[in-house]
């Protein structure tokens, strides 16, 4: 197939990239000339596991290219993915205006049969919206069908979850539209859901929402096992081994972020709203979310007492493992209020530094270049992303170094056995 995709983001970029991965055309447009600059040039401009060699592989066997040019995509493809940011705005509700935007682009390029397919997280009936303004912008008169096919990419593990997907969702009620898309996925050999453009667009937020759910119930779950003497750990594997449960996303932690899940549930609580629906649920799974942060830092504050003067390492700065994304990272906010409460901090990610760097006040943070380095004059350590290296930190060598040997465990990674064996006051959530 020849497939173009516009907006060269995480969702845009893996899935250009995997598309030509499995034998389609692809090309990639985007409006930052100097995006596509360093893409032609071999250059990634995020970081994600697998995705460089991907890229290069495919450029190289000529089925991926980019461009600029939405004119170029539009004419040299039958299938237009539009894959842009949908940013959230200040009311909760999303910022359509990219997407607007490139369907007017695309309106007035076409001149013969498209697929314009939606993969960005948009409310319910954008599709209808899009559609709309395509007739309206059309200059030539030819036909077209619109179609939501949502992405369920992590990031982090995107190039895996696009490949080998739980499901593909695709909506749409043209015959036409369906078999070009069919055609796309065919080489998955995944399960497809068809199903009509409305429904689709609600999978994606009830999907998000339900999982954003399920992470704040089981740290509501870790505040009871607090207070009760209980392990979050024992209790999310004797109920994950339910089946109609299942043990993924019970992980305890100090909240969810990224650019999805914060977003994605505002959106939906306001698409609800909208819709004459008082989403209550979804407040209170916010809320939740919000007061395990306070719960945290009250811990730390509570043991510290005046955090003004003191020293404390925190590992971990993007919002999960496995990225540089800061966006809406619970790290990110931990180290502004622990700086906010008079703390300097020592810190370190794997791969977030660099972006940490243009987001956390100048003077107030030391960015250190190795993890065992961190701790050294700290009155804490704070675990605050789920980077799976962190296990392997010198325990030995950071309590000789540390001024007090406490550590705070927002991810419940570190073995509480071991590290109190090793000596240290040893705070985690839940357990
Ligand atoms: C999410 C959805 O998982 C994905 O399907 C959708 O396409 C985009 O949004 P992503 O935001 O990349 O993906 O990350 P995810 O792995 O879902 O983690 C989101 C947040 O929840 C992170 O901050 C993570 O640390 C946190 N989390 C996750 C927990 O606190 N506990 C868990 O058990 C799982």
């Not at 919206?129 to 593990?157: H, M, Q, W």
Request: aromatic share 8%; net charge negative.
């Amino acid at each position: 197939m020849k497939i173009t995709i516009i907006g060269t983001g995480y969702v845009g970029l893996v899935t250009g990239a995997c598309f030509s991965e499995v034998g389609h055309n692809v090309i990639c447009v985007d409006c930052d000339a100097q995006k596509i600059e360093l893409l032609q040039g071999g250059g990634i401009p995020i970081y994600e596991p697998g995705l460089e060699e991907l890229v290069a592989r495919n450029v190289a066997s000529g089925r991926l290219s980019f461009t600029a040019s939405t004119a170029e995509g539009v004419e040299k493809s039958d299938v237009i993915f539009i894959a842009v940011p949908t940013p959230p705005l200040d009311d909760g509700a999303v910022d359509l205006s990219f997407i607007e935007f490139v369907a007017r682009e695309i309106a007035a390029c076409m001149t013969s049969y498209k697929v314009i397919v939606d993969k960005s997280t948009v409310p319910v009936k954008t599709g209808e919206k899009v559609e709309e303004t395509i007739k309206r912008y059309c200059k030539a008169d030819c036909e077209f069908d619109v179609v939501s096919n949502p992405e369920f990419l992590r990031e982090g593990f995107a190039v895996d979850d696009l490949m080998n997907p739980d499901r593909v969702v695709i909506g749409s009620t043209s015959d036409r539209a369906n078999e070009a898309m069919q055609k796309i996925y065919q080489p998955f050999n995944a399960p497809i859901v068809f199903t009509d453009i409305n429904s689709a667009e609600l999978i994606k937020h009830a999907a998000n929402s339900f999982l954003a759910m399920k992470i704040s119930y089981i740290n509501a779950v870790a505040a009871i096992c607090e207070a009760s003497g209980a392990n979050v750990e024992e209790v999310a594997n004797g109920i994950g081994m339910d089946d109609r449960i299942g043990r993924r996303f019970l992980n305890a932690s100090l909240g969810f972020g990224g650019s999805c899940f914060p977003k994605d549930l505002s959106a939906f609580i306001r698409i609800s709203d909208d819709l004459g629906y008082d989403f209550g649920l979804l407040k209170e799974v916010q809320k939740i979310n919000a007061s395990q942060m306070d719960r945290f830092v009250k811990k730390i504050t509570d043991t510290l007492w005046v955090l003004k003067g003191k020293t404390i390492g925190v590992l971990g700065l993007a919002f999960k493992q496995n990225t540089d994304d800061v966006r809406m990272s619970p790290a990110i906010d931990l180290c502004n209020r622990l700086i906010k409460e008079g703390a300097f901090l020592r810190v370190y990610d794997p791969k977030a530094m660099d972006k940490a760097k243009m987001v956390l006040p100048d003077g107030d943070v030391l960015f250190v270049d190795d993890m065992n380095e961190v701790s050294i004059g700290c009155d804490a350590l704070v675990v605050a992303t789920e980077w799976p290296e962190f296990k392997q930190l010198d325990l030995v060598k950071s309590k000789e170094v540390m001024t007090v040997p406490i550590i705070f465990d927002g991810r419940n990674l570190l073995d509480p056995a071991l590290v109190e064996k090793l000596g240290f006051t040893y705070i985690s959530i839940g357990r």
